[in-house]
């Protein structure tokens, strides 16, 4: 759906060839999990959709088989677990807790209710205002929203997937993945501008 010419080549090109997974000079592995159209250097990306750097195409990712168990040193994952159903969660976080290494981070961002909440009504209860982030944008079907988050029900989820802790990460603070992506959305409302992005990283 609504695909452009140049991403329809993309995805042709994606099914001949596979690129090789990077190799870290520091030998960690880091894992990029629903890259979507961001390929990050030194990261494993990962994505439903075949873009030309996606390394695994998946669209089961409470199923990695391809990572051993204590493998990875960061797993990131950027507005992605807002697309799966409720039910799934556990299964993906679990995956998640089985790839990394003891003492390793999964950093998460997903839409922040909360703050939806705040652009709505800043918005004058404009359902419009906040719809694509609360239910995606539903141009293609990896583009749709089954769930909301905020802090203390994300922190929930991640301690009984078995994380030791939880902690807010700052995706401007200059530290990985280093990259321009929905962890820093902005959207105005009224005469503000609201960070609508839950950024959190658990410790296994
Ligand atoms: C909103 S985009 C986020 C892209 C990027 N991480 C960012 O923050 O800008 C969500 C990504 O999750 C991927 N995705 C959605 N459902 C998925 C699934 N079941 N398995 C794997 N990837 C999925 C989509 O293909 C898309 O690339």
């Given amino acids: 759906m609504f695909k452009s010419f140049r991403q329809k080549v993309g995805f042709a090109k994606r099914r001949f ?4 997974c990077p190799k870290r000079a520091d030998g960690q592995v880091y894992l990029h999990i629903g890259c979507g159209k961001k390929n990050l250097p030194g990261f494993i990306n990962i994505d ?4 030309p750097h996606v390394h695994v ?5 409470a199923r990695l088989d391809a990572f051993a168990d204590g493998s990875a ?3 990131y994952m950027s507005h992605v677990l807002e697309h799966f159903k409720r039910a799934e969660l556990d299964g993906i976080l679990g ?3 089985r790839i990394l290494k003891p003492g390793a981070r999964l950093r998460l961002s997903v839409p922040d209710f909360d703050k939806l909440l705040e652009v709505y009504r800043l918005s004058e209860n404009d359902v419009r205002s906040m719809h694509n982030q609360l239910m995606g944008s539903q141009d293609h079907p990896y583009n749709i929203h089954f769930t909301v988050f905020n802090r203390r029900d994300i ?3 991640l301690l009984a997937a078995g994380f030791s802790g939880v902690r807010p990460w700052d995706p401007w603070d200059g530290s990985e993945p280093r990259v321009k992506d929905r ?3 902005v959207m105005k409302a009224g005469d503000q501008a609201i960070k609508i ?8």
């Fill in 197 to 204: 992005s839950l950024n959190v990283e658990a410790v296994k």
């Fill in 17 to 20: 060839i596979e690129p090789p």
């Fill in 57 to 61: 195409v998946t669209s089961d990712i």
């Fill in 48 to 51: 439903a959709q075949p873009f």
């Fill in 183 to 185: 962890s820093m959305k």
């Fill in 73 to 75: 040193d960061l797993i």
């Fill in 155 to 157: 922190e929930a989820l």
């Fill in 95 to 97: 995956e998640m807790h």
